[in-house]
């Protein structure tokens, strides 16, 4: 699939090579048959917009087996009780406010609104985690998000206060349908509030694992303001966040319904000095990106020649990029320890590294460990700080990071 946003100028960045889905976990049965695309990355010069070139199609990706759930972390937990917490004091004034959440994966954020006895809607296109959202007794529809689906939902056309959204806008290939329906949706008053990984992150920690066939775009202040320009809405307010390695949380309402937060214009304005807009900026990181990957081998290869046994640490989605850019595979890492069911028992997707309960970990820890969930450092490092006090070495394709 190609990115439909207003802009044919994309210019190349960089081709990461051949890449599965990375979150299809697979059986050994299933090897011969898995499908790869050519990742490569782009910028559109006119919206800033750091873009995929070229993506698998959404129902590959999001579907009834889609093994990623926003509960499998504490710290995520907590961290969107406090997203909800915060948009019910900023936003929500009375008991006819109504919110709906994009991509609503399990239910974890939309649930802490269920005392506020306010009218709430999740719509996620996956139906497993939407099941489990349902099953909380929350309001679901099991859908991907789109104009055309706002035709069915009356009640909350030009009457919801917050749409709400955390590491999904940036699944929606098609930006222009995605804020026609917010802006169907939307009370005049209504803000639209999203946070995702910030390009300005990825670039500084050299985190390429964030682009992956689900992260079709990696924002920033720039580029969201741009684009949502184009449809008469503007960036009120940002909130840097530390979650997922570096994120940031934007506010976007109507245009003049709001005054706008000095931290807007601050924020823009350092990203214009950093050259956010500017192809050199992303040459370079192509540089830092293709230095990493030598990085990363050499690290590896190192433990392998004094006979460590090396492990990977959380079968993240970022994994699956790692892997197949630094060619990666199961000659070197013996397997991929992690809490999901749905993963254990699996293959990592291109790699074909098996994937094991982290329970293991305890009981039989490699010598040298990647970890793949290090936006989970603290968490992790807290419930494993035995592999390190027993010499276990933890190491990471992010330098200076451990
Ligand atoms: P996340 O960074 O959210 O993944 P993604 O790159 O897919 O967005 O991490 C979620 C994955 O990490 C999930 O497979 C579970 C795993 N995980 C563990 O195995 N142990 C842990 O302690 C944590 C926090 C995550």
New binding site residues.
Partial sequence: MKCNITNKNVKEIMSFGKMPI??GFLNEKDKSNEYFYEMTVGLSPDLGLFQLTNFPKVEMMFHDKY??FTN?????RNHFKEYAEWISKEFIENNSDKIIEIGCNDGTMLENFKNNKIESLGIDPSGNVAKIAKDKGLNIINSFFSENLTDSLNEFKSKTKVICAA?VICHIPDLNDLIKGIDKLLSKKGVFIFEEPYLGSMINNVSYDQIYDEHIYIFSAISVEKVFNLYDFELIDIYPQIT?GGSMRYVLARKNEYSKSPKVNKILGEELKKGFLDIDLYMKFKLNCLRSKERLNDLIDLSLKKNKRIGG???????TTILNFCSINSNKIDCI????PE?IGKLSPGAHIPVID?EEFKINPPDTCLL??W??KN??FE?EKNFALNGGKWISHIENFI
Avoid: C, L, V
């Fill in positions: 990375a979150n093994p990623f499998s972390s504490n710290y995520m590491n997922h640490y959380a079968a993240t989605s970022k994994s320890y992690d809490t999901t993963k982290s793949f969930g936006n989970h968490e992790i419930k």
